[in-house]
């Protein structure tokens, strides 16, 4: 059973490591439930790694409750806004199509992203109901939206919708 458990939390630490976006998720989870002292220091230097991309603003920024109001309402470039939640399939797979996408519309929009379920106002207030959501802002309001995750070459169909929204602007 443990040695289930343990194989489980290290493949949940593959994937998080692999994606970049929940590796400072994935430590807490396991420090709890490893002993294993040169794990636990990979895991930091993981953490630590993706909080100083995020610090440097490179790629996708997290944002919460609190400063979704500065980060993407006030933004003086059209934001996207992926909401998203660690157990949601589909959000894990889109999350290195959106790094991808930030770098790919760099300069030209911002890329942020929200965990739905640790900032419950924000996704109660824009009617997040299903999994993956990525909503487009401009000038404080709300010029798209995309729910799920589309068939076939995802990034395409993104880089589609999101060019489809900018000619409208």
């Known amino acids: 059973m443990f040695v289930n458990l343990l194989m ?7 994937l998080a490591s692999l994606f970049g976006y929940y590796s400072v998720t994935a430590y807490s989870v396991i420090e709890k439930n490893a002993d294993n002292h040169v794990l636990q220091e990979n895991l930091k230097a993981v953490a630590q790694e993706s909080l100083e991309a ?3 603003g490179v790629g996708v920024i997290e944002v919460t409750d ?3 109001q500065q ?9 996207i806004v992926d909401f ?4 949601c399939g589909y959000c894990v797979i889109l999350t290195p199509i959106f790094e991808e996408l930030s770098n790919d519309y760099k300069g030209c929009l911002k ?3 929200i965990l739905v379920d640790n900032n419950p106002l924000i996704s109660d207030k824009y009617v997040i109901e299903s999994l993956p959501t990525v909503m487009m802002y401009y000038q404080g309001k709300v010029v798209g939206r995309f729910e799920g995750l589309p068939r076939g070459d995802q990034k395409a169909q993104y880089q589609k919708e ?8």
């Open 54 to 56: 995020k610090v440097a």
């Open 66 to 68: 609190k400063n979704f």
């Open 71 to 79: 980060e993407v309402l006030d933004s003086k470039l059209p934001v």
């Open 162 to 169: 999101i060019d489809l929204v900018l000619d409208k602007l």
């Open 8 to 14: 489980n939390k290290l493949l949940f630490v593959g």
């Open 111 to 113: 890329f942020v992203s």
């Open 84 to 87: 998203t939640a660690p157990w």
